[in-house]
């Protein structure tokens, strides 16, 4: 079983204007384990601390204080420890529209990672991992020769979907991963992204602001309120019986549709 793990990470930016410099705690002593087959529900309003977050654990940004572990480990910051750490964890990031270069195939957005991770070499070798990606996350393999502007918003979450599983990770991050969708196809993509847990025993990170779908889709739920974590817990113990005032107002604004309409 493979963990992630922060450790009382805290992350202060420091804010120039004005006659005297000021400083912005985004995080503030986080701990919290991401384990392997699970997943795990980062929940908060925009300017929670979130994204600091996804950023931390992607070594985006480096912690203020507090550390990181990998199965136990500090993680490497430098070379071929950075590149082996980010081979464990990859990202979805929230836009795939902007996260896919226009001006590339799919094949190529695919290709890239198998290559820079080592885990295919001659052209036979990634025509198959390439198509197995494809299968994967449910798309045609002929997807492989089209661009990202031929290709539906689902569709190219599904690509960004693939393209972290290329390195083959231990740990996925999903960094709000439907908020820019149609209501539509969202829970394909969350779906799809159950059954990678399930399937690969790929341990999830799911950041979002959306506590109903956090509830339907994780195993945990973490609730950031302020750069803080301030409720912590299985995901129907939090919604149904949430104990921080945060918690609650998040909980009451959740659409439930087990509520009728009433004329």
Known sequence: ???????????????????RARTLTAVAGASFTIESGKTTALVGQSGSGKSTIAKLLMQLERPSSGSILLDGRPVGRHGAALRAYRSDVQMVFQDPFASLNPYHSVRHHLERPLLLHGKATGRE?????????LERVRLDPDMAERRPHELS??????????RALAPEPKILVADEPVSMLDVSIRLGVLNLLADLQNEEDLGVLYITHDLATARHFSDEILVMYRGELVERGPADDVILNPQHDYTRLLAEAAPNPEKRIRA
């Open 1 to 19: 079983m493979s963990t992630l793990e922060l450790r009382d990470v805290t992350k202060t930016y420091r804010l120039r204007g004005g006659f």
């Open 153 to 162: 918003g689902g569709q190219r979450q599904r690509i960004a979907i693939a």
């Open 125 to 133: 070798e990634l025509d198959a991992k390439v198509t197995s990606l």
